[in-house]
DNA sequence: TAGATTGTTAATCGATTAACAATC
DNA sequence: TAGATTGTTAATCGATTAACAATC
């Protein structure tokens, strides 16, 4: 409560980052690391990882570095991944299976505890330890569990509502992979993932084949 | 040649989220937007987007819009996506599946046309139209077939060294499904989408769980 | 101590916004 | 014409970088 006023949405984007690269350092075995070698992993500058980190507090000690585990523990409990968040699944295709299968969830903060989709064929089938439940059941159940967090892996056409009563229900923060951008009140978060976007992005720079 | 003297990364980034939402107003079969319409939907201001725009030239029409389809036309030609882009995907688990029966690739300038791992239990299996073709093939068909964008989506500990040889046979723009920072050189673009950095970044913002 | 690297400030750089003349 | 919205400039805002004193 002490300290951090106001930390730039740009800076907590960039943090899970730190993270992730501490974590490839410590599964080398590492223990001490420089924001210089971090920012060379990264590509980015090593004052802006000094910057970043500086608004939370001083973790590092001048002249050695940042110690990787207590680094870690440190970003886990800025970014509030300690525990595991529950999160609903919405939408049991390629990538609802896909996503329940995926394994990076579990050691970073995140559990998908149900799979959800409106398609009768879909309904009531298994996708690994989850039975995929009628979308109906969505308000209460997400409510009961107390759910904040869900993943929107339906298509586009179906997103918007879908949003809507993941909202309605009470949760805060969602990753959306469908492939629209969704109108959410403000006190709600949403990440995009649209792997065409990312491509697109990358075509302009290319020449033409041939 | 004319124009376009050196326009920032992050406004070529932003141009794909523009024709992902006027494909979404085309399938509505409006005719003609307003930066404000645009802005609105996409939660950014309304300058911005005819900042980004005029880069590229003057699209509208004062006291009117944008033609939508006109706009459509010229953001594919900027993007370069027109045709479609021949991709490579390594990487035949869970997330390789779902990539290769994703929808919207097709419509958006993308093809994948060679699956590959080196699972010797994953090879010459089928996925969709697709053999599952040995890794140590990668080279050869890489640069036979003229291929230049890749997807990775094979573990964190596999990735560098699949990036390594995709850079080497020729790919100059690769989209990186594993959760690890890749090394590659300048003239190669690498895009990431990592769903737990998505969601450690919103995570911050969560109050804890009662 | 000498060497190295942090934490932090000030300077630079770049992006966003406000505003309005141009014009459809 | 009157009304509306673009294209564009100038002003604001915010983020990044450079640099160095503090200090381990």
């Not at 000690?61 to 991944?81: C, H, N, P, T």
């Not at 609903?88 to 989709?117: K, M, P, S, T």
Request: contains cysteine; hydrophobic residues 45%; glycine residues 10%.
């Amino acid at each position: 409560m002490a300290s951090t006023p106001k930390v730039p949405d740009i800076v907590i984007g960039r943090l899970p980052l730190y993270l992730r690269a501490l974590n490839v350092l410590a599964s080398q075995g590492r223990d001490i690391v420089s924001s210089q070698e971090l920012a060379d992993r990264l590509g980015c500058s090593s004052a802006q990882i000094r910057k970043d980190l500086a608004y939370f507090g001083g973790f590092g000690k001048q002249g050695a570095g940042y110690q990787i585990g207590y680094l870690q523990e440190q970003l886990r409990r800025i970014l509030k991944v300690e525990g595991q968040w529950k999160m609903a699944l919405v939408g049991a295709g390629d990538l609802g299976h896909a996503l329940v299968h995926y394994g990076e969830f579990e050691n970073n903060g995140f559990r998908i505890v149900a799979v959800f989709d409106n398609d009768p064929r879909k309904i009531g089938r298994r996708i690994g330890e989850f039975e995929v439940l009628d979308s109906k059941l969505l308000p209460h159940l997400i409510s009961q569990k107390g759910i904040r967090i869900a993943i929107i892996a339906v298509p586009a056409h179906a997103a918007q509502e879908v949003a809507d009563v993941l909202v309605q229900a009470g949760v805060r923060a969602i990753l959306n992979y469908a492939p629209i951008t969704i109108q959410v009140p403000p006190e709600v978060r949403v990440q995009y993932i649209d792997p065409v976007v990312h491509l697109q992005s990358m075509s302009y720079y290319l020449e033409p084949n041939e």
